[in-house]
């Protein structure tokens, strides 16, 4: 193994370990800073994959914003404390699910996929790069997206308002 | 150099544990960080397959998965607040009105 893949390991370890915290833990709060760590492993893998504009998008809009909106959204809520609490009665089946997801993904990925397959010399991935991708081909879909934030903004405004007339 | 199926492997376990997430959970946000987990493990596969082979397009749709994430709990946790501001819970089993 090469220091890339060393360094990829573990941040892969530590963020899977997170995500199993994070779905296991008993206090919500908790919860929502295990997903911080995993969103800033993820950021570091992309880093490591030289995606580094999406990279700092990852750190700024998940770690930034989108943790922020949980934890405020976990405020507003109140939740009681305990695994029994947070999660329901069907936990077993739950997890052979996940399992089953598991094993039918990792199948299917080494099978497509081989361990001694190209391997990802990473390189590129600039802003500069992706700018120019995104104004040259996908100039509608980035308007597009930039209106359903339009419409998930107004939308959100709308449903969280408090209307005094009903 | 990383080998790609590592990279695989990884967003498959994140993707798995989403999964259990989402269904072993019933605090509606909590649903919803599970929901966050999979469009990661999503992203990581469009990252990895962008630098495997060269392409850039695959980084521009994980910026638009990022985007329609951020959307998407914007409205989740909307309607979250919504209904714990009606029923005084946010207990995915409890909420069955258009149960039938």
Do not use: C
């Not at chain 1, 500069?128 to 081909?137: D, L, M, P, Q």
Request: hydrophobic content about 65%.
């Amino acid at each position: 193994m090469t220091a890339h893949e060393w360094a990829f390991a573990v941040l892969a370890l530590v963020g899977v370990a997170a995500a199993l915290r994070l779905v296991t833990a008993s206090n919500v709060v908790h919860a929502a800073l295990y997903l911080v760590v995993v969103l800033s492993m993820v950021g570091g893998v992309y880093l490591l994959l030289s995606a580094e504009f999406v990279a700092w998008v990852q750190i700024l809009i998940y770690v930034g914003a989108i943790v922020i909106l949980f934890l405020f959204g976990l405020m507003l809520t109140k939740a009681p404390i305990g695994r029994e609490a947070l999660d329901n009665q069907s936990r077993g089946v739950a997890a052979l699910v996940a399992l089953a997801v598991l094993a039918g993904l990792v199948y299917l990925f080494q099978e497509a996929f081989p361990w001694d397959g190209p391997r990802i010399d990473p390189s590129g991935g600039s802003a500069a790069a992706v700018g120019e991708s995104i104004f040259a081909r996908f100039v509608l879909p980035f308007e597009a997206v930039s209106f359903l934030l339009l419409a998930a903004l107004i939308g959100a405004i709308v449903l969280s308002r408090k209307d005094d007339v009903a | 150099m990383i080998r790609l199926p590592l990279v695989l492997g990884f967003s498959a376990a994140l993707f798995a544990v989403g999964v259990y997430g989402v269904l072993a959970r019933r605090n509606a946000v909590l649903v919803l960080m599970g929901i966050e987990l999979m469009l990661n493990a999503v992203s990581v596969n469009l990252i990895a397959f962008s630098q495997a082979l060269g392409e850039i397009s695959g980084q521009v749709f994980a910026l638009f998965v990022i985007a329609v994430a951020a959307a998407e709990v914007g409205i989740g946790l909307a309607i979250v607040i919504l209904i714990y501001r009606n029923r005084e819970t946010i207990n995915v089993d409890e909420v069955n009105l258009l149960k039938w």
